[in-house]
């Protein structure tokens, strides 16, 4: 069965500290990964998908094929990161975006 | 350019009662989802529409039923609203099937039934 993971339920660090949001997959394709996030009273917006290899908002993830994980990290979280994070792996055709439970990050000052 | 607009913003209901959310979108997207959003369960998908006229479930489809009678707009209903059904509804939209298209969201609608 198609699974994403994301262990962490909620993860606070204190501005200016690295942070890593854990997200783990198990599928039978090759899947795209994204990671989505929702600030406060904000809708759900794309924040980077891996096949763009980008840095947004200082943000990265890594695809590991041979662990099946796309970490979220940042080197120094801000207090503006602070928000609900799902991680989404996509296969090709298969016409459904699932998410990751999601981790709700909270940067303190 | 409104992108997804969703239908009411809030609504309360009581047992047995029924409702439909409304999910328009004026991007000309093909694709159209709706789903439900729990604390510690995340996003699920309930239903979802590749095109005008069809119409797939998703992963908690009970309880549900939709239609995409026109392009631009994806109904979800609820014939007989239970407490279990108290959620976050989110649709959301894609222009292709391609796997590295993102998804655009509608703001929610925060249902309650009593």
């Known amino acids: 069965a198609q699974r994403v993971t994301q262990p962490e339920k909620l993860l606070s660090v204190f501005k200016g500290a690295p942070v890593e949001l854990k997200c783990n997959y198990s599928y039978s394709g090759s899947p795209e990964l994204f990671w989505y996030v929702q600030y406060s009273r904000q809708r759900l917006q794309l924040l980077l998908r891996?096949?763009s290899r980008e840095s947004i908002k200082g943000f990265t993830a890594d695809l590991n094929k041979g662990e099946t994980s796309f970490h979220l990290k940042k080197p120094f979280a801000q207090e503006e990161d602070s928000a609900m994070y799902y991680c989404?792996?996509?296969?090709?055709?298969?016409?459904?975006?699932?998410f990751g439970s999601g981790t709700k990050l909270n940067v303190k000052p | 350019n409104a992108g997804v607009t969703q239908t009411p913003k809030f609504r309360v209901l009581k047992t047995g009662q029924s409702m439909t959310l409304l999910c328009a979108q004026d991007?000309?997207?093909?694709?159209m989802y709706w789903y439900r959003q729990d604390p510690g369960m995340g996003l699920r998908l309930i239903h979802y529409s590749v095109g005008e006229g069809t119409t797939a479930k998703g992963e908690v489809p009970d309880g549900y039923n939709v239609s995409r009678l026109k392009k631009q707009n994806f109904l979800l209903g609820l014939e007989s609203a239970a407490p279990s059904q108290t959620s976050v509804y989110f649709c959301a939209s894609s222009y292709s099937r391609r796997s590295n298209e993102k998804l655009f969201f509608g703001s929610g609608t925060q249902l309650s039934v009593l």
């Open positions: 989404a792996p996509i296969v090709y055709n298969f016409n459904k975006f699932y």
């Open positions: 891996h096949i």
């Open positions: 991007m000309n997207h093909e694709y």
